[in-house]
Structure formats: structure tokens, C-alpha cells
């Protein structure tokens, strides 16, 4: 979805919300997916292609506690693969993620590039980088993080219950916003001629201006 237009000329816009690549709640018009009428259609997600990295509130904590374990500089793990139990990888995902977060612990410099690293905490929704060596502490945005995160290699991932194909650590940080269909915000017809667009409908249309900004500012 590129426009927050819903409209064009009376007909839904091609890439807008009302994309009828999306379904359709209107008898005059068929999916152009499926082919479905009004009562076939099921409906069809699209997305927001997000013009920079934003982080996902649910996944905040998460991701604070996966920078913890892996370095600043170059995404390795911070504990030597010798130092992890073999039957790590019997067991459940959120228990790897603990035997590693423990073995980290105090860990402040890199075993592969010897870079020091800060202390991560959180701030509300921030992350925050405290170097020690630094007079002011540094804000990561989701772009650095989304970064850090990517580089982990593939075994790394896998010792802290992450694997590349369903759930990459990268995947924390959205890089793309879902649009459900029309059939989840269908519009209501005012009178003839008017009709009322849904409330989450006004609200993507806004994180698609919103969006489209930024990237003019970039």
C-alpha cells in the first residue's frame, strides 16, 4: 500500500486502501486476487513497506535482552560455543534463551573483536546504550538495532532458540506494517453519495502519510 488515497475518481485506488487487489465489500466491483464477488471474497492482507525500521512494543523487551547477549560491533555471541551445554539444543526455545543470557552475564568484551561493550537497558519504549567511556548515553534506533540483529550468524541464532526460516531475531523489529483487508474495516454508506470510512482505516491512512513524508525528509 504506497497512497493514502482510498479513491480515484469515484473507483478504489490502485495501491491505496481500498485496493481491490485486497477484496471487495462493494456489489459492483470483483477481487482482482481471487475473482471473488461480495460473498465469496474472503479478503487478502497487503502491507506497508515502512520507509525506516520502527520497534514492535510487544517484542521491545525481547530484543533488549537478545543485544545483552550478542556484541555491539559484530553480532557475535558473547560466550564461546566450548563454554555451552551440548544438549542446548534439546531443549525449549525460552530455556536456551536463559542458560545464554546467564552464561553472558558480565561479560564486557567481545571474545572475537575484542570490542567493549555498553550496558543495554531499557527506557520505556528506548533502548539505551550506556558506554562507560561516553559522556552521554546513546538512544539505538530500531534501523541500528535491525543491524545488529541481522548479523547474528545462523548457529548463534539457533543457541538462543531463534531459527532464520520462522522466527530470525531481525524479525523482532518491523520493517513491514500488515494491512488487513476491507471485509475487517468496511466502510458504511452515509446516504447515497457519502460513506464513512472505518476508524482503522483512518488510522492506516495516516501511517501511510506519515510514511511517504519520511521519505521525502530522507
Not at 533502548?127 to 548457529?155: P, Q, W, Y
Not at 548463534?156 to 506494517?177: C, D
Request: aromatic share 6%; net charge positive; hydrophobic share 35%.
Amino acid at each position: 500500500i504506497e497512497h493514502n488515497d482510498i479513491y480515484d475518481k469515484g473507483f478504489p485506488k490502485y495501491g491505496g486502501l481500498s485496493d481491490l487487489r485486497l477484496g471487495t465489500t462493494e456489489r459492483q466491483y470483483t477481487c482482482m486476487t481471487c475473482n471473488g464477488d461480495i460473498i465469496s471474497c474472503p479478503g487478502h492482507f497487503g502491507h506497508i513497506e515502512l520507509n525506516c525500521p520502527i520497534y514492535h512494543p510487544s517484542f521491545i523487551k525481547v530484543v533488549s535482552k537478545t543485544l545483552i547477549n550478542v556484541c555491539f560491533n559484530c553480532s557475535n555471541l558473547l560466550v564461546s560455543e566450548e563454554k555451552i551445554p551440548k544438549y542446548i539444543t534439546n531443549l525449549s526455545k525460552k530455556r536456551r534463551f536463559k542458560i545464554i543470557s546467564n552464561l553472558v552475564k558480565q561479560k564486557s568484551t567481545c571474545i572475537l573483536c575484542n570490542f567493549v561493550q555498553p550496558k543495554i537497558f531499557l527506557d520505556g519504549l528506548k533502548i539505551i546504550a550506556d558506554f562507560e567511556n561516553e559522556t552521554e548515553n546513546i538512544v539505538m534506533s530500531a534501523k541500528h538495532v535491525h543491524i545488529i540483529l541481522k548479523k547474528i550468524s545462523d548457529v548463534h541464532s539457533n543457541l538462543m532458540g531463534f531459527t532464520r526460516y520462522n522466527n530470525a531475531p531481525e524479525n523482532m523489529i518491523l520493517t513491514l506494517l500488515p494491512v488487513p483487508p476491507p471485509q475487517v474495516r468496511p466502510s458504511v454508506t452515509m446516504d447515497t453519495s457519502l460513506k464513512s470510512q472505518d476508524d482503522l482505516t483512518h488510522k492506516l491512512s495516516e501511517i501511510v502519510r506519515s510514511n511517504n513524508n519520511l521519505l521525502k525528509v530522507m
